[in-house]
């Protein structure tokens, strides 16, 4: 089958490999945008310092929470009255779409409302994004090998992706070590995130060969290791699994998309507020539910039932499981992580009608394997309270 795939242009993984960010930095640019998170683990500290130690130019902007589009207009000024030629992303998921949307908007005209899907113009850069370096803190959202920055518009009450090929990061920089220091809540919703994330590409109808082979790789290591990283927060080798596993889902998402978990995640995140990794967790099982039967339904002839199977198999390591096995361990594992249903969020029935319109347009849910109609997608929610 034909098909293109797309990352960013180096990937270097390993444990230390942060060490290179002087180097690296240096090899792009001359004064840098560092975006971090506000309340930054010991880990982005010390890096942080290196780059002082090195005499590296850079114009520090701390950001808090998810990302919103009055954020990067803040970090555009920011960066332009600063000089700099490139940015730099220390964080989670939230730190590295920050970094990425103002490499983007940094040499482009306009607010970031003008570029954005959904609720804004949905213009196209014209400038190339500065060069961008992405250094992952958490494993979940694979966002260091992405082309999209997901960003929060409390205006619209909704989360948007602002999207381009070039936007793709020049150096992610995976270094398992720098995740030791999340606290175990973190660690929890992070690591369903990142199984999530290679699950949906996988049975995805977009999927590709090069995707599957990510995608499989990711839920075998998920399997062996998302309980443990959580039990025993310093296990080396659980801690690179689930690295792995993140940037693996990062991969196997750029270029196969998500389906309807991502698809809710998006404007649920948008509505509520709630963390994207328990949003996730609270909604897999009855997606999974609700994609089975209605392929068993009116999809028989989808690759997608045999897919949700063999996905089983793998994350289980079992050649004999079946996806309730999955579904079921799935949910155990939420309940092990101590992951709340969507009550906890904030979601009421009352709300259903305006996230399942919201959800039908969402770009994530142009990949699950079959259309699901409103009633379906209102049960899937009903199930996940």
Not at 168 to 174: E, N
Request: proline share 6%; hydrophobic share 45%.
């Amino acid at each position: 089958m034909p098909f293109e795939f797309a990352t960013a242009a180096r990937i270097i993984f390993g444990d230390n490999c942060s060490a290179q960010l002087p180097q690296l930095a240096g090899g792009l640019g001359r004064h840098a945008l560092l975006v971090t998170d506000s309340f930054q683990p010991p880990s982005a500290s010390d890096l942080i310092a290196t780059l002082h130690d090195a005499d590296f130019a850079f114009t520090h902007f701390p950001v808090s929470g998810e990302p919103s589009v009055e954020v990067i207009d803040e970090a555009k000024d920011v960066a332009l009255n600063a000089g700099c030629d490139m940015v730099i992303s220390i964080g989670g998921g939230s730190v590295i779409d920050s970094g990425k949307a103002s490499a983007a908007l940094i040499p482009n005209d306009g607010a970031v409302i003008d570029y954005l899907e959904v609720i804004g113009a949905g213009r196209k850069l014209v400038a190339a994004p500065l060069p961008f370096i992405a250094l992952p803190t958490t494993a979940g959202t694979g966002a260091e090998v992405t082309k999209n920055a997901v960003l929060g518009s409390k205006r619209h009450r909704v989360k948007v992706s602002l999207r381009d090929n070039r936007m793709l990061a020049d150096i992610a920089l995976v270094d398992p070590v720098l995740t030791y220091s999340m606290p175990p809540a973190v660690t929890a919703s992070t690591g369903m995130d990142a199984l999530t994330q290679v699950l949906e590409p996988f049975v995805s109808h977009l999927a590709t060969p090069l995707t599957d082979g990510f995608c499989r790789e990711g839920l075998r290591r998920a399997g062996r290791s998302l309980r443990r990283v959580y039990e025993a927060p310093v296990d080396a080798p659980a801690r690179r699994d689930m690295a792995l596993t993140s940037l693996l889902g990062g991969l196997a998402l750029a270029n196969a998309k998500l389906g309807a978990v991502h698809g809710f995640a998006g404007v649920l995140g948008g509505m509520y507020g709630a963390a994207h990794g328990a949003i996730c967790a609270a909604l897999l099982p009855p997606v999974i539910k609700a994609n089975i039967k209605a392929l068993t339904q009116r999809g028989a002839d989808s690759l997608a039932l045999s897919r949700y199977d063999q996905a089983a198999q793998t994350l289980l390591d079992a050649p004999s499981a079946k996806a309730q096995d999955a579904i079921n361990w799935i949910g155990e594992t939420s309940r092990y992580l101590g992951i709340p249903g969507l009550a906890s969020c904030g979601v009421q029935a009352a709300d259903f009608a305006e996230i399942v319109a919201k959800s039908s347009v969402s770009s994530s849910m142009k990949g699950n394997p079959i259309v699901l109609t409103a009633e379906e997608l209102t049960a899937i929610l009903q199930a996940a309270l």
